[in-house]
């Protein structure tokens, strides 16, 4: 039945309600019209579901007897819960067969049964974990020669050529032979298995017209039978090192766990889950960046960006755009209701839109800080194991190509061709084009000896920097500089916030400055800079080399010293060069007309940099402290009152900062708040730590921490991405949700009271005080 078949445009709802949908609820006509085999949704998944997003995150669709969730919230929630939204489904046809092709499928006994991404609890989670192991990165590692030679040769044989079908030629031929190694198949026929893979996608989520039914059955019965096969010769030498092997060499230990069954359904699955995705996604990746000229060429200057840009571009196109749920008990999504056995399409490429979750999500942003949150690899207990090896490829195709064609381009006027399903996306022919003549590598053979350090895991958000040009250098007073700074290409600057700070690379050394600008101004940035006699060269490197057209290395802006914007009234205290942070916030106070006093100190008004901005700006709310004029501050008495309605924000020497710890004492519990630049975070000492388990909620494992080993690294250890980005407690990106156990907090983010409620930690540097916490991953 469709839902068009009792009269859309009749006039009223096209579907007769009673019978197409569960609940009866009513379902609207976009609900109702919805159809992922053609159409929008062929041609743009998450653009077509934007009304949902917006209006109608939940709906029903009769077509396809499937619930649709689209939002990031929503999606994640029942990725995070495998045990009320079942996975059983995942592998099962989304439309089902007429007689004569289920008559084929039974002919070759065909029998996919539960693999790992559709088996239940309890079965399904220690067999995960027996099986974790060949994906740890220091395991994956090993791959990456494989990878990096098979890339190479593959651009050999195309680079001279000046046009090439990157899914023909390379995309999905090196994704499959890393497949079958990885899995220890035999590298054989390609082709057949590409036919097979096809099969299989069309058979588990597409929609194949009757006639076209009975091909897809056989082509699927052989894939099936093929999979017995190699699994039967595998079995008579299981030595080998593919990952199918290694389960087979477990089966006589767990036999229970890892079943005959599970062996057969893997191996058919394996193989696409392996390849097919990963050959997608590759192809998204490449056909977006040259769709985003510029960032391309700024991929191909900057490789340092790829692992972050492999992130992006599967958050904005990843290859598996929609998964599957089925519900266990009736229960609730949003405010909608939903019937136990309920079939749910989630929709990760919608997710990965959600404006309520990513900003600017239809903008491709290479440095987007939180990429690595999509959705693409699905989340929690079932979460993609083959993750980290699929960013490797991705990553050294992106390398590769930018080294080698940094010229390349699509080739004019293709139109680009989907597998019609709801699940599997990426184009079937990529074609792009070059000038061979200008190939780099005939003029300068050096840059194949380039290698990128490949990120194995989730990247770093210490990785994402961009270049920037000194647009000025003006003194701001005696031994300060003020230096302004613009992007190379005069993009707009992300936007930052009062109290934000730039981490900028001079040479080996990393310095970190606040922002004293205007933060509205998208064109550039501000810093000042003193002259620091003891400097281990980054402000003398400043102060005598910095010249206006030079280029920087900068990452943020990020802010460690945010405003508390519901505070009544502020206190700003400024020692020396601590004006910088400072001074935006109290240019903010004034903005937004809030109660505020600034105190600035120096020891002479010469050595207080941008004093005069200061002083026409702030002129009521000032008050200069200046030591050669007897005017020095007395923290004492300023600070004798305590004020409830009163936050204090002070940068400066540490001897200022410490006297204003103890003069507030007596005041509210974290009233002061404090710029760190540093933190007092020594090396872990083993002989003083202690080991203590992890318990992951989401994930349900439990990580071991070592007494030499912070709980980030255990983490990332066991397969878990976590975000990170100081890793010294000061920034905040590495914080996770704590539900259980008492948390020994080393880090300077969290505020005192922050601390008592004992429900998050930062991973980097803090602890467990006993032997376990329960997190919320
Ligand atoms: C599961 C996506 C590459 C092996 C999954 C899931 C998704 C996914 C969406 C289901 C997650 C969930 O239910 O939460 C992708 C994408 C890839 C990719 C987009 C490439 C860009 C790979 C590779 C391998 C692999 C290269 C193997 C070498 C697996 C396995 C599971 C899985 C074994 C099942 C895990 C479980 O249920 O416990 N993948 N995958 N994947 N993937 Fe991948
Ligand atoms: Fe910055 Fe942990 S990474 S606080």
């Given amino acids: 039945t469709t839902a068009t078949s009792n009269g859309e445009g009749s006039g009223g709802c096209p579907v007769d309600h009673a019978r197409l949908s569960p609940t009866g609820c009513p379902v609207s006509a976009r609900a109702a019209a919805f159809d992922p085999f053609t159409g929008p949704y062929q041609e743009d998944p998450p653009g077509s579901l934007r009304w949902s997003r917006d209006e109608e995150p939940v709906f029903y669709n009769p077509q396809l007897g499937y619930w649709v969730v689209t939002r990031y919230e929503d999606v994640k929630a029942i990725f995070r819960d495998n045990i009320t939204f079942s996975p059983a489904n995942v592998l099962e046809k989304i439309t089902p067969f007429g007689d004569e092709a289920n008559a084929v499928l039974a002919k070759y006994d065909y029998g996919m049964s539960r693999t790992l991404v559709n088996e239940d609890e309890p079965a399904h989670m220690p067999r995960r974990r027996a099986l974790m192991e060949p994906f740890t990165p220091p395991q994956l590692a090993h791959h990456e020669p494989m990878v990096r030679r098979l890339v190479r040769e593959h651009v050999d044989r195309f680079i001279d050529k000046g046009k090439a079908d990157l899914v023909d030629e390379m995309l999905y031929e090196i994704p499959l032979t890393v497949a079958l190694h990885f899995l220890g198949v035999p590298e054989e026929d390609m082709e057949t298995l590409r036919r097979y893979s096809v099969a299989h996608t069309l058979n588990t989520w597409g929609r194949p017209a009757p006639e076209e039914q009975v091909a897809v059955a056989e082509n699927v019965g052989k894939f099936w039978q093929y999979a017995g096969t190699v699994l039967d010769k595998m079995r008579e030498d299981p030595s080998g090192p593919g990952w199918m092997q290694y389960g087979i060499r477990l089966q006589p230990e767990m036999p229970d766990v890892i079943t005959d069954s599970y062996l057969h359904s893997m191996m058919m699955a394996g193989i696409v889950a392996a390849h097919e995705t990963t050959a997608l996604a590759s192809a998204n990746a490449i056909k977006l960046l040259l769709e985003n000229r510029s960032l391309w060429e700024e991929l191909c200057a900057d490789p340092s960006l790829i692992a972050n840009a492999v992130e992006e571009c599967l958050r904005f196109s990843g290859s598996i755009v929609a998964w599957r749920r089925i519900t266990t008990k009736a229960t609730k999504i949003g405010d909608v209701e939903l019937p136990e056995g309920a079939k749910l399409l989630i929709v990760n490429t919608s997710a990965n839109h959600d404006e309520r979750f990513f900003d600017n999500p239809d903008e491709l942003d290479l440095r987007r800080e939180n990429a690595s949150d999509h959705l693409s690899f699905g989340y929690g207990a079932h979460q993609c194991m083959g993750k980290n090896l699929a960013r490797m490829e991705i990553q050294i195709f992106l390398e590769e190509l930018t080294t080698r064609l940094p010229h390349l381009e699509l080739a004019p006027g293709q139109t680009f061709t989907y597998l019609p399903n709801t699940s599997f996306r990426g184009p079937e022919h990529l074609w792009v084009r070059w000038d061979p003549a200008k190939n780099p590598e005939r003029e300068r053979p050096e840059i194949l000896d380039r290698q ?56 080996e050394l990393s310095r970190q400055y606040s922002l004293c600008g205007d933060p509205d101004d998208r064109s550039c940035y501000q810093i000042a800079v003193q002259k620091d006699r003891e400097s281990r060269g980054g402000s003398r490197y400043v102060h005598e080399r910095l010249a206006v057209g030079d280029t920087l290395r900068v990452r943020g802006p990020r802010n460690h010293f945010k405003l508390d914007p519901d505070a009544r009234r502020y206190l700003f205290i400024a020692g020396g060069i601590g004006i910088t942070p400072i001074l935006a916030m109290a240019d903010h106070a004034r903005r937004q007309g809030k109660d505020y006093e600034l105190h600035y100190c120096g020891s002479t008004r010469a050595a207080m940099a941008l004093l005069d901005r200061v002083t026409r700006d702030h002129g009521d709310a000032l008050v200069l402290h200046v030591s050669d004029e007897g005017t020095r501050l007395d923290v004492e008495s300023l600070l004798a009152e305590p004020r409830d309605d009163t936050q204090i924000y002070s940068c400066g020497p540490q001897r200022l900062l410490d006297a204003l710890a ?116």
């Avoid at 983490?715 to 156990?741: F, H, K, M, Q, Y």
Wanted: hydrophobic content about 35%; overall charge negative; charged content about 30%.
């Fill in 452 to 507: 990128v350090k490949i990120t194995i895991g989730q990247p770093s958000r210490r990785s994402i920097s961009r270049t920037m040009v000194v647009r000025e250098v003006a003194r701001a007073a005696d031994e300060v500089v003020r230096i302004t700074l613009a992007d190379v290409r005069d993009r707009p600057l992300p936007k930052w916030s009062p109290g934000s700070h730039v981490d900028i690379e001079l040479g």
């Fill in 662 to 777: 103890e003069a507030t004492s007596h005041w509210p519990e974290d009233s002061l708040h404090v710029e760190h630049f540093s933190s007092d975070l020594g090396e872990l000492d083993p002989e003083k730590e202690h080991a203590f388990d992890l318990r992951l909620a989401d994930s349900g494992i439990t990580v071991t921490v070592a007494p030499d080993q912070t709980v980030l690294a255990a983490l990332r250890a066991a397969n878990i991405d976590v975000p990170s980005d100081c890793e010294e407690g000061l920034c905040g990106s590495c914080e996770v949700g704590v539900t259980e156990g008492e948390i020994d907090h080393r880090d300077k983010v969290l505020t005192k009271a922050e601390r008592a409620v004992n429900n998050k930690m930062m991973t980097c540097c803090s602890r467990a005080c006993g032997d376990r916490l329960t997190l919320a991953l």
